[in-house]
Nanobody, 119 residues
Framework: QGQLVESGGGLAQPGGSLRLSCAAS????????MGWYRQAPGKQRELVAS???????DYVDFAKDRFTISGDNAQNTVYLQMNNLKPEDTAVYYC?????????????WGQGIQVTVSS
């Protein structure tokens, strides 16, 4: 239930781009909100961007103007387009999805995917 599988990570040069994909085993419309988080070595996991069921999006400051979160209902997939990558974007990126069962939030996480930005 709620399995999330990330793909699309890897190595990028500074200024380059990557697109992460998060394929869900359920329709993404079944989730209240889906988002991307990241965790750099020695740091806490932090939110990058989120997308609600109705398509509303939100970004943390470092992601604004560089990253775009989007969803494809037909593919049950949420994407994170990352442009103008910087070395400090290096981290493991996680897909997250939240649904509510009788009002209780239930969170699902992907296994994480490495993004490395280096020349």
């Amino acid at each position: 239930q709620g399995q999330l599988v990330e793909s699309g990570g890897g190595l990028a040069q500074p200024g380059g781009s990557l697109r992460l994909s998060c394929a869900a085993s359920k329709p993404i419309s079944s989730f209240e909100i889906m988002g991307w988080y990241r965790q750099a070595p020695g740091k806490q996991r932090e939110l990058v961007a989120s997308r609600t069921r109705d398509g509303s999006t939100d970004y943390v400051d470092f992601a604004k103007d560089r990253f775009t979160i989007s969803g494809d209902n037909a593919q049950n997939t949420v994407y994170l387009q990352m442009n103008n990558l910087k070395p400090e974007d290096t981290a493991v990126y996680y897909c997250n999805a939240e649904r509510r069962l009788f009002g209780v939030p239930i969170n699902y996480w992907g296994q994480g995917i490495q993004v490395t930005v280096s020349s």
